[in-house]
């Protein structure tokens, strides 16, 4: 119960941040942020946060990793992902990305979850670490791409399931051959960028449907686009590629 209690000071430090220093600052359980649009007032922000926290009998940790600003020119981690502020001839930009370190421990893990797996001798443990650090990259994309990915190694995390599953040979290539497919994810880790500024960008609405048995019996896939002016645009195919499991 720690935890959802000290939430509740997190969210008080926000608001008095807000309410009383005019300060933008997220707090994440006991991690702050300060947000300023300003690299000369960041240094004075900074200060008026620590002093609150001080009368508000809160401790704040002066280790250097501790206290980092992305005025600097260098990337800041916060919760795990780097966030560094620059500045374009189109305007500023936040870039958001996985830290290089985690992806090498990702890429070691998957070496070793592959040498497991052609011994067979997968451990739980692995399977977990192996999903965490592949999760949290693929949920850390913009799109969340390669997280569909991801799917045939949960079931193996399941401890009614694992010992069955470990048993099975095409279980085992199924894993393996998820494994190639997320290592795509790791050889190009884009991060997202962000505009900092107000724009106005035209909304787009997609709807879309398939079906197993359409036209002649065949797969099919729909979908309709509007735009905010009222055009629409749809689309229909039954060409669907009948794809075929590999024992």
């Not at 401790?59 to 206290?67: D, Q, R």
């Not at 290089?100 to 443990?125: G, S, V, W, Y």
């Not at 195919?237 to 590999?246: A, H, S």
């Amino acid at each position: 119960h720690s935890v959802p209690s000290f939430c509740r000071v997190s969210e008080s430090v926000m608001w008095f941040s807000r309410a009383l220093l005019l300060l933008v600052v997220t707090v994440y359980i006991d991690d702050s942020t300060i947000f300023s649009t300003s690299d000369k007032e960041v240094d004075e922000e900074v200060k008026l946060f620590d002093e609150m926290c001080e009368g508000l009998g809160l401790c704040v940790s002066m280790k250097t990793e501790s206290n980092m600003s992305s005025s600097d020119g260098e990337p800041i981690r916060i919760l795990g992902m780097n966030f560094l502020a620059r500045r374009q001839k189109s305007g500023d930009e936040l870039v958001i990305s996985v830290p290089e370190d985690k992806l090498e421990k990702a890429k070691l893990r998957i070496k070793e979850l592959e040498l497991q797996i052609d011994n067979k001798a997968i451990t739980p443990k692995l399977i977990a670490g192996v999903i965490g650090d592949l999760n949290y990259i693929a949920v850390s994309k913009a799109d969340r791409a390669g997280a569909q990915l991801l799917k045939p190694l949960y079931p193996f995390a399941q401890e009614e399931l694992f010992g069955f599953l470990v048993k099975s040979k095409w279980r085992r290539r199924a894993l393996k051959r998820a494994l190639k497919a997320v290592q795509e994810l790791l050889r190009n880790p884009r991060p997202i960028i962000r505009s900092v500024g107000f724009a106005r960008k035209e909304r787009m609405i997609l709807y879309t449907d398939a079906s197993g048995d359409g036209q002649d019996g065949r797969p099919g896939l729909g979908a309709f686009l509007f735009a905010e002016s009222g055009k629409s645009w749809h689309v229909r195919t039954n060409n669907v590629p009948l794809g075929k499991r590999i024992e």
